[in-house]
């Protein structure tokens, strides 16, 4: 079991529900998570920036999706993770930190996504394990990127999860500045190229999401 003896908060049922391709997703949201414990807009703009991708593509593989490793940082709820194992997506990672852990467990277990999704702790900026390194093709990084404290350790833990093919996923809600010194010089900073912009409107506010390639090896 993930975190048994952390003691979390959760309400008492499931307070999340959406629906996708007509198939349930229920969420738990925890109380004492802080930020991580609740679903934020930049979530939902993946989301549907996710589906609308895939709808659009009739052949299989489907883009970026099928066959793919698929590694989401900050992941909190885990909702795009859960979706992503309904997409069919076999292998999928889903990290936070310690306090979270529970959450996330709970949520892929009410789901039945426990025999695709690995929940597992990661602290951005420490050396990530052996069998991870430039491993996955996918990086998801929902509201990641508010702390410009956090900037550095999230892309070098970005550039030890990434090969040169993968494509990084951000999203962020437009708050203050942090976000665009992230992409306008501490992205680039790294050799990280962008490659597009899609802005959405989710709930009256403005989330951008920006996918982008990591540096040459």
Not at 105 to 132: F, M, P, S
Request: contains cysteine; negative net charge; aromatic residues 10%.
């Amino acid at each position: 079991s993930i975190n048994a003896e952390y003691g979390a908060q959760f309400k008492e049922s499931p307070s999340l529900e959406y629906l996708f391709f007509e198939k349930r997703v229920r969420l738990f949201e925890q109380e004492d998570g802080g930020v991580a414990g609740s679903l934020w807009s930049s979530c939902i703009a993946i989301l549907e920036w996710i589906q609308e991708d895939y709808q659009r593509t009739t052949v299989r593989p489907r883009g970026m999706w099928d066959g793919n490793k698929i590694m989401e940082l900050g992941a909190g709820t885990g909702l795009l993770g859960i979706y992503l194992h309904l997409l069919g997506v076999k292998e999928v990672v889903l990290t936070d930190r310690f306090n979270i852990l529970e959450l996330l467990q709970k949520n892929v277990d009410i789901n039945r996504g426990a025999d695709y999704i690995q929940v597992a702790e990661l602290e951005w900026g420490e050396t990530v394990c052996e069998n991870w390194k430039q491993s996955f093709d996918v990086v998801i990084a929902s509201d990641c990127v508010y702390n410009s404290l956090a900037h550095t350790s999230l892309l070098t833990t970005i550039q030890e999860l990434t090969h040169c093919q993968s494509v990084i996923i951000f999203a962020y809600e437009h708050r203050h500045q942090n976000e665009e010194i992230f992409f306008d010089t501490t992205l680039p900073g790294f050799g990280f190229k962008i490659i597009k912009r899609v802005d959405k409107n989710i709930h009256s506010k403005l989330v951008t999401i920006v996918l982008a390639q990591p540096p040459d090896l």
